[in-house]
Nanobody, 123 residues
Framework: VQLQASGGGLVQPGGSLRLSCVGSRSTANYYGVAWFRQAPGKEREWISCISSRNVQEYYADSVKGRFTISRDKAKRTVDLQMNNLKYEDSAVYYC?????????????????WGQGTLVTVSS
């Protein structure tokens, strides 16, 4: 399973970005997928995940109401729409997948990782 994350960039506070994680067809259809982020000097932080077959979505409190995770099986992507971005959202964002129905907030649970995409929120 290979994952590729994209969509990062420079955005002003209050702005929006849409990250995309492209995987194989099995990843898109059957795997739980999560987004994590890691800021310099900080531990990797779980942001959101979506269980297989789009049954459930989960969000960290820090992004709830601002970020939305979604899956497009035809495109084999799991996207993270990020709105009302704040300075503290700046980080490298990673997508990860697990061959399971559920999804988890523990990064150790995930078997497959994308390479990361940098999000910088700055005025």
């Amino acid at each position: 399973v290979q994952l590729q994350a994209s969509g990062g960039g420079l955005v002003q506070p209050g702005g929006s970005l849409r990250l995309s994680c492209v995987g194989s067809r099995s990843t898109a259809n059957y795997y739980g997928v999560a987004w994590f982020r890691q800021a310099p000097g900080k531990e990797r932080e779980w942001i959101s995940c979506i269980s297989s077959r789009n049954v459930q979505e989960y969000y960290a409190d820090s992004v709830k109401g601002r970020f939305t995770i979604s899956r497009d099986k035809a495109k084999r992507t799991v996207d993270l729409q990020m709105n009302n971005l704040k300075y503290e959202d700046s980080a490298v964002y990673y997508c990860a997948a697990i061959n399971a129905r559920g999804c988890y907030s523990d990064y150790g649970s995930y078997d497959y990782w994308g390479q990361g995409t940098l999000v910088t929120v700055s005025s």
